[in-house]
């Protein structure tokens, strides 16, 4: 079986579902097909149902741009550490620490939200395929 592991994936739906109380054919599964992009592990015996979804660059990009905390235009590596650790990464200042070391092509310790420097960095965020 050929998957897609670059990305990164969030929970988009936890919650709690009484009213089912078994898992047979039909009640959930694993959705991997060419382009699917999801999970959907429907419900687990009367249980949390969940689900999994492959955030895009696109996605990525604009909740980056969230975090320009200071409205300066550019990220600082404790804002990028601040995003990863909200994605759920796993040591969220060592992979800031890489974000700069990948995105910070002029070495004046911020990434530039208007140029390369920012596509530097949404690159290196899909590639860590956070889950959380």
């Known amino acids: ?11 988009v739906n936890i919650g709690f ?3 089912t109380s078994n898992v047979g054919p039909g009640a ?10 999801s999970i959907n592990a429907g419900s687990i015996n ?5 689900g999994l979804h492959l955030m895009t660059k696109e996605e990525i990009r604009k909740y980056l741009l969230k975090w320009d905390k200071s ?4 990220l600082s590596k ?3 550490k601040e995003a990863l650790h909200s994605l759920g990464s796993f040591f969220p200042g060592y992979r800031a620490q890489k ?10 310790r911020y990434v530039n939200m208007n140029n390369h420097e920012f596509e530097a ?10 889950i959380v």
């Open 1 to 11: 079986m050929e998957r897609d592991t670059r990305g990164v994936l969030i929970c």
């Open 17 to 19: 579902n009484a009213g």
């Open 28 to 37: 959930g599964g694993l959705n991997t097909g060419p382009g699917s992009g």
């Open 46 to 50: 009367g249980g949390v149902q969940f």
């Open 71 to 74: 409205g300066n235009g550019v």
């Open 78 to 80: 404790q804002e990028i």
């Open 99 to 108: 974000a700069m070391a990948v995105a910070d092509k002029d070495r004046d």
């Open 121 to 130: 960095l949404i690159d290196y965020v899909y590639d860590l395929s956070v």
